[in-house]
């Protein structure tokens, strides 16, 4: 089998499972166990307008334990939506389907996309998240200010997260689906006022619904960042967006928002 091949094997693989995902995650092997009868099942609004940050952790003592803040990378990211909950910028999407009652809240086993990671850090971070998510136990929501969260596991740990308004929340209106791969190296364009600037190369992917790539557009400078997406320099990628119409954009800034849903595919490019 040659590399294209595999490539082409690779993405109808991806994309199938990201169909099955739903919400962003890999389905499982077997089907989800059903929610215990005494977790109410509905959305929760105050949580599914936001995401959530984390800014802070600290053991059953109550002591700061920085095992899940790793320096120089942003911090993981919950999203919670018609409930399932997915774990964000780590090396893959986290996922579990959860429940309410009163401030008690209950995860059921977490299940995940299976990229691999050159960041061993990051995969460990992962790994300790994977394995603790299914304890939570309680919630608590401040609205005073920056809107805050902080959750309870069944070792006595907490979190505090902050949040910010989801892009749903933030631009209203339903988004539209794109596929955009992105170069592996920024380069030297012309961004208005601001000088030496370094823009993203991106072209458009269309896929069938069966996953079968049908065409590959041109491509072109990409003035601005894709939320949720930080790019490394090297990487060739994939990516599932998001895309929303602004209403009011500012002077000289793009009438859309490109929101990441999910990183579909990605190489090192020597």
Known sequence: ?????????HTLYVLALAAL???????????????????????????ASYDWNLTAAFDAQGQPDGRWLLAGREPLQLHFEDQR??????????GADFGTQ???IQ?????????????????????R?????PTMKRYQLRAAGTPELQLWFADG???ELAGQPTPQTQYGGPAERIFLEVAPERVACSHGVMKNAQCLRVREIRYADNGVKQSVGEWQMFYGEIQGWQHEK????????????????????????YVLDMVVETERVK
């Open 1 to 9: 089998m040659n590399k294209n091949q595999r490539t082409t094997l």
């Open 21 to 47: 995902m739903g919400a962003c995650t890999s389905a499982p092997s077997q089907p989800a166990a059903p929610m215990p009868p005494t977790i109410a099942q509905h959305s929760t609004p105050d949580l």
């Open 85 to 94: 909950l997915s774990v964000r910028k780590l090396c893959n999407v986290l």
């Open 102 to 104: 009163g401030n008690d």
């Open 107 to 127: 995860l059921t086993q977490t299940m995940s996309t299976k990229r691999a990671c050159a960041d061993q850090a990051l995969m460990q971070l992962e790994d």
């Open 129 to 133: 998240v994977g394995a603790l998510l």
């Open 157 to 159: 740990s907490r979190w």
């Open 234 to 257: 090297g990487m060739r990628n994939v990516l599932r967006i998001n895309r929303y119409a602004v209403k009011t954009p500012p002077a000289d800034a793009s009438a859309y928002a």
